[in-house]
């Protein structure tokens, strides 16, 4: 079992930049690939940025390519999600999420993870 909490999100003007974490609790955070998702009001839930569990490997929505980075520090059992030039349609709840299936594969699906967190606003201002 594995406890994911989410911080960082908040109100930031456009072209700003915001970085999440997500702690996981446990002792096999090393064990999970983990994603990034993000839902807005009225619409499904979408895939944001993907990492396997070693780090070696990431992937990422093309609405964000260029702009946000995901990364790890399994020593911290944390996760990262840095967001650059933010723009308003970035405004959602960001969730993370971690699995323990196929951990050396990048998922965009959100069915592929077994973890979920509650989630942080993040609002961006035009």
């Known amino acids: 079992q594995v406890q994911l909490v989410e911080s960082g999100g908040g109100l930031v003007q456009a072209g700003g930049s915001l970085r999440l974490s997500c702690a996981a609790s446990g002792r096999t955070f090393s064990m999970y690939k983990m994603g990034w998702f993000r839902q807005a009001p009225g619409k499904e839930r979408e895939f944001v940025a993907a990492?396997?569990?070693?780090?070696?490997?990431?992937d990422y929505a093309d609405s964000v390519k260029g702009r946000f980075t995901i990364s790890r520090d399994n020593a911290k059992n944390t996760a990262y999600l840095q967001m650059d030039s933010l723009k308003p349609e970035d405004t959602a709840v960001y969730f993370c999420?971690?699995?323990?299936?196929?951990?050396?594969?990048?998922?965009?699906?959100?069915?592929?993870?077994?973890?979920w967190g509650q989630g942080t606003q993040v609002t961006v201002s035009s």
């Open positions: 999420a971690a699995s323990y299936q196929r951990p050396w594969l990048t998922s965009s699906a959100g069915s592929a993870y077994n973890y």
């Open positions: 990492i396997i569990w070693g780090g070696g490997s990431t």
